[in-house]
């Protein structure tokens, strides 16, 4: 395992193709190779989005201590993914693993390749759901609202009925 290192990433993962727990347990061994796993999320089984007439996908996130730079880290989740075989698909289709960077640190960070936070984070369930178990006060360094903040936006909207008195900011 590499050297201890300041960089706190957290990272959603998901699959929803072929042995899918074994898939989950492989990638994140890989990352060992890459810095430390410091915790993991419970995992959920969430309905694909956008790509319909697939099985469910089996989600968490974790909390990862790394020395490697952002695109760095990009190219490792990617021979990771590529090692337990996954290969172009669709966009949202079946996927034997996906590996996403969310937050690095604080970090905002805008290549063609790589944007952090992941710009698509603050409205997906099912990554702020399991982001919640293990860092529900970090804040997003661009809307400044805790994962918890988004997460709880994020049911109100699915679920209007929902929206009342019961329901806290």
């Given at each position: ?11 959603a ?5 072929g ?41 968490g ?25 996954r290969?172009?698909?669709?966009a ?9 960077i ?33 860092a529900?006060?970090f ?31």
């Open positions: 395992m590499p050297a201890a290192s300041s960089n706190t990433v957290y990272i993962f998901g699959a929803n193709k042995d899918v727990k074994k898939n989950i347990a492989a990638a994140v061994a890989g990352l060992e190779a890459f810095g430390s796993v410091e915790k993991i999320s419970p995992l959920f089984i969430t309905e694909p989005e956008g790509f319909k007439g697939q099985p469910d996908f089996t989600n996130a974790l909390e990862f201590k790394t020395a490697l730079a952002p695109q760095d880290l990009l190219r490792a989740l990617k021979d990771i993914e590529t090692r337990l075989g290969g172009p698909a669709p949202n289709g079946p996927r034997e693993i996906d590996l996403d969310i937050f690095y640190n604080s970090q905002t960070v805008q290549t063609p390749r790589l944007t952090i936070p992941h710009p698509r984070a603050h409205e997906r369930e099912f990554v702020l759901l399991p982001l919640s178990f293990i529900p006060d804040t997003h360094p661009i809307t400044g609202l805790s994962v918890g903040q988004m997460l709880r936006a994020v049911i109100r909207a699915k679920y209007p009925a929902h929206n009342s008195a019961y329901v806290k900011n």
